[in-house]
Each structure stands twice: as structure tokens, then as C-alpha cells.
């Protein structure tokens, strides 16, 4: 790749832009500099600089790659030829030539430039062109999909789609709404997988919206509470089946981790849940349950449970779009 010239403000812009399409998290020309110096320490240019600066195509690509990696938007630090993936190999072994259907796939995507693909008909399209089962032809799609989410070019689809992006200060200091079904954007829970130590310095109500996703990722029906004045239930999980009365509610305390949830509010928890009628309680903390609460909580029989912060940061994980495919 050649060199370009470019002024450091135009630099950082692009890195910006680049970033805030490919995750939904607009970070500031700081909060890049801090990312880049850490991983390049004497190389990474300070945006105090007003100059122009001589620059690598490929020393930008890694630069967008690597806070990519660190949003959580990508798997890995490494740039290299991704299609050279596990989901081919196999195939190759059982003597396949993956590059003919790499090509039928390029010819379809040329001929719906500035489109959105759906697979299920790129896959049927290779299984005609190519006579092969629907398992390769899914791995193929598989893989260039993959390979694409590593690259750092924006496509028109993409440009076309984006919604506009959230500043990542948002997170810790105000709620973050979403227009449609989540309860917070996926970019953020993809942080948040991956830098796990922000959990406890996240906005309250946004720890809210995070428990709120967890359990829709369960697949219950979830209902989150104003934020103020809700009685003591941030969320109500509730039974498809019998959705008058909640299955789980659920009390969230974001709080830092020297700063354990008192019994008092254990007890007064379990009042709540017989209120609702509900068949449990939950308390998710990023902090931990003090001794006596959980042990009143035993003897007593509450119908409750206690996820702490390791279990939070597993609940993260859960999250991740990315979870499951590291296998």
C-alpha cells in the first residue's frame, strides 16, 4: 500500500467516521489518541500537532483496526486473510476448490452493486451455479461475511443503513435510548464485553438497560421500569405464557465494587417480590451481596437470587456479538 499526505485533524476525522459506521460509538479525537498511544506509543501523532504528516495506507488500516478491537467490534488485533478460515478447511480437505465458489460469489455481489445480498439466495445462487450441498455454500457465504465484518471499507449498505452513531461518554453519563426493540445498542454491549472494568462507572439507568437486554436475550418478554419511583423493580421478565403476572423481577444496583448491597435492601427486596406475586427476584450488582443477606435469604427460603460481579461480567460476555464464534 502507498503513502498519502494528510493534516492530523483530516487524520483523526477519518479514523472517527470510519469507527463511529463500523460500531455505532462515536469516540472523541482524545479518546482515539489515548487508544493509539497505548499500543503505539512513539509512533502515534498528537493531535495538538496542526502539521501535515506523511501517511500509510496500511498504517491507517491498523490503526482503525486495532480500536475496532478494542470497542469489541472485531475478534482480533490480527489483519491478515480471514477467507483462509476454519470454515473452509474442511471443505478443502474433503476435496473442494473453494476459490470457484469465491469467484461465483464475487460475480453475484458485482452484479447487485450498492445492494443489500440476502444470503439465503447467494447460497441457493452457488448450490445452481456450482452443483455443491447447501452446508458449503453456507460456509462460503459464512466466510466472506466474516471477512468483510474484519475489513475496514465502508460499504454503500452500510452508509445506507447507519443510523448515526453515540458518543461513548454517553454511556457513563446519561441514558441511552433506542428506536427500536433493544434496550441499548449493540455497539455498547460489544464494550462492554471487552472492557469489563467499566461496567461498575457506567449511567445507572444505562446498567439497567443492559440487565433489561441480558433477559431479552433469554428470550423473555421484558418489561423496564421508569427509572424513578417503580416501587423497588427495575424489570419485569414475564412468562409468554401467563403474562399478567411476572415470572421474575428484577432489582439492579450499579455500584462500585468496595460497595456490597446491604441487607436491608435484600429484605426489603423479598417484600417486593411477594407484592408482584411473582414467581422470583433477581439482584444484579456490579458489586457483591453482603454475607448476611445472602445467608437471611437461605434461611429464610426467599425465592431470590443474587447475580454479583463476576456474573455480571459473564453476562457481558453473553452479549457479545461475537460470543460463541471463538470456538
Not at 281 to 305: C, N, V, W
Request: aromatic share 12%.
Amino acid at each position: 500500500m502507498g503513502a498519502f499526505y494528510i493534516s492530523v485533524t483530516e487524520y483523526y476525522a477519518r479514523i472517527v467516521e470510519v469507527v463511529a459506521i463500523k460500531t455505532g460509538i462515536i469516540l472523541t479525537i482524545e479518546e482515539v489518541y489515548e487508544i493509539l498511544k497505548k499500543q503505539w506509543p512513539k509512533d502515534v501523532n498528537d493531535p495538538e500537532h496542526n502539521g501535515t504528516i506523511r501517511m500509510r495506507e496500511d498504517t491507517m488500516d491498523a490503526y482503525i483496526h486495532h480500536i475496532r478491537y478494542k470497542l469489541g467490534n472485531i475478534t482480533s488485533d490480527m489483519r491478515g486473510p480471514y477467507l483462509a478460515s476454519k470454515h473452509l478447511f474442511k471443505w478443502m480437505k474433503a476435496g473442494y476448490n473453494p476459490a470457484d465458489a469465491l469467484q461465483k460469489t464475487g460475480e453475484f455481489a458485482s452484479n447487485h452493486k450498492n445492494q443489500k445480498i440476502d444470503p439465503l439466495i447467494l447460497i441457493k445462487y452457488l448450490q445452481t451455479e456450482l452443483d455443491i450441498p447447501f452446508d458449503y455454500a453456507f460456509d462460503i457465504v459464512k466466510s466472506v461475511a466474516e471477512s468483510q465484518e474484519q475489513e475496514n471499507y465502508i460499504y454503500p449498505s452500510e452508509v445506507k443503513e447507519w443510523l448515526g452513531g453515540t458518543p461513548l461518554s454517553k454511556l457513563f453519563n446519561a441514558e441511552i435510548k433506542t428506536d427500536g426493540s433493544g434496550f441499548i445498542p449493540q455497539g455498547f454491549l460489544d464494550y462492554l464485553a471487552v472492557n469489563q472494568d467499566k461496567l461498575e462507572n457506567i449511567h445507572w439507568r444505562n446498567f439497567e438497560r443492559f440487565c433489561a437486554a441480558f433477559f431479552k436475550k433469554l428470550n423473555y418478554t421484558v418489561e423496564l421500569g421508569p427509572g424513578s419511583k417503580d416501587g423497588g423493580i427495575d424489570i419485569r421478565a414475564y412468562d409468554d405464557n401467563n403474562p399478567d403476572s411476572p415470572l421474575i423481577v428484577i432489582q439492579c444496583k450499579r455500584h462500585s465494587l468496595s460497595n456490597a448491597v446491604k441487607i436491608n435492601v435484600v429484605k426489603a427486596f423479598y417484600a417486593d417480590v411477594q407484592f408482584e406475586n411473582a414467581s422470583h427476584g433477581i439482584i444484579i450488582t456490579t458489586s457483591h451481596i453482603e454475607p448476611g443477606g445472602k445467608s437471611i435469604s437461605q434461611a429464610r427460603h426467599y425465592p431470590l437470587s443474587f447475580f454479583e460481579n463476576e456474573d455480571v461480567k459473564q453476562m457481558a460476555i453473553t452479549m457479545w456479538r461475537h460470543a460463541g464464534k471463538l470456538k
